[in-house]
């Protein structure tokens, strides 16, 4: 048995909708997640002793069972317990790029990579639909992290339809450090807040879905200026009035025209869409220079056809 190491990319969400309540507790959602190139390396050892380690060059990230990576390894010693016996643990290594609490699924990444991984490892053969089905038991973004790409993400999020691939987007994230959003407080919020306009009827769910139908036109036609006007995330309503600062990064976004800016997912991360990465370069420096403030980070990265794949070494 042999180690392996995985490419886990980060996601951002071009589109978020929050449609209305599930039975389920969760929110029924129409989204569009898109992989990014910023990622993080996971790796996986076998190790003699029946246990689970995680490791990770993070100090914020936590080494122990609450650990998203370590749940994804628990979950498939659980389902493949003879396999377990026959060969002994894992050791699992992250080294971690994305940035904690940040609405780029960084976390669920890493567990999507363990699940491949370990797949890998033991030899078990399952197929991408086998792992994203135990992957949506951990958390609604894993099966997308484990495909990765464009796609069409509805009921909690964990329902995918694959879209055409876009090429050659560049895109720049912002974040301040130690400014994580919870994702459970931001659906919390949202329902206290909005969940009296949510919808009764099954026609006024379906009703409200079609209003995503002209950013799938966009996207269909590789249109990047119309995507950019139409990104669209309902959790801004409740983050950015309570974190200014995230309100602040789009603001300043939107002053240097880009193609479109965003927060992505639960926050805090704000995103702004460009087509060239002279351009996104130059959108970072001008960022830098127009808010002088250490604890804010940014990058420069680009969409990636893929979610989870095998390190080249
Ligand atoms: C907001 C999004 C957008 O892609 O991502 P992040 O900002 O976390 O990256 C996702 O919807 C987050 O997905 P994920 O982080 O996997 O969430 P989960 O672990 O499944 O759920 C965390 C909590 O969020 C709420 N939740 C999540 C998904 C959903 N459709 N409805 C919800 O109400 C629930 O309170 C749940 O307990
Ligand atoms: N493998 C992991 N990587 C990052 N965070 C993790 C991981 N496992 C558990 N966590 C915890 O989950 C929190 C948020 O997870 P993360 O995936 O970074 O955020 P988001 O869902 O906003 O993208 C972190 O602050 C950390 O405490």
Not at 110 to 138: F, I, P, R, Y
Not at 194 to 203: A, C, L, Q, W
Request: glycine content about 8%; proline content about 5%.
């Amino acid at each position: 048995m042999r180690s392996y190491s995985l490419v886990a990319p980060a996601k951002i969400n071009l589109y978020l909708q929050i449609v209305g309540d599930r039975p389920d507790g969760f929110h029924e959602l129409v989204m569009v997640l898109q992989s990014i190139e910023l990622a993080d390396l996971v790796t996986v050892r076998p190790i003699g002793a029946e246990t689970i380690q995680v490791r990770c060059n993070h100090p914020d990230v936590p080494q122990d069972q609450t650990n998203l990576a370590y749940k994804a390894a628990d979950l498939m010693v659980r389902q493949f317990p003879d396999y377990f016996a026959k060969f002994g643990g894992v050791e699992i290594n992250i080294q971690k790029r994305i940035p904690l609490g940040a609405g780029l699924a960084g976390g669920s990444s890493n567990a999507a990579a363990v699940l491949v991984g370990l797949d890998l490892m033991w030899n078990l053969g399952l197929t991408h639909s086998e792992l994203q089905e135990l992957g949506a038991t951990l958390g609604s973004d894993i099966p997308f992290c484990i495909s990765g790409g464009t796609s069409l993400a509805t009921g909690r999020g964990e329902q995918l339809d694959g879209l055409p691939d876009l090429h050659d987007i560049y895109v720049v994230l912002a974040k301040y450090r130690d400014l994580p959003v919870s994702t459970p407080w931001a659906y919390k919020t949202y329902r206290q807040q909005f969940g009296d306009t949510y919808p009764k009827s099954v026609s006024e769910i379906e009703t409200r879905k079609q209003q995503s139908r002209g950013m799938m036109a966009a996207i269909a036609q590789q249109n990047l200026a119309q995507i950019g006007k139409l990104l669209h995330n309902d959790l801004e309503r409740v983050v950015l009035p309570e974190y200014l600062q995230v309100q602040q990064l789009r603001d300043r976004f939107q002053s240097l025209g880009v193609l479109g800016t965003m927060m992505s997912g639960s926050g805090s991360t704000v995103f702004g869409l460009v087509e060239s990465q002279a351009h996104a370069e130059q959108v970072r420096e001008q960022m830098k220079g127009a808010i002088a403030d250490p604890n804010l980070d940014l990058w420069v990265t680009r969409f990636c056809p893929s979610g989870v794949r095998l390190a080249t070494s």
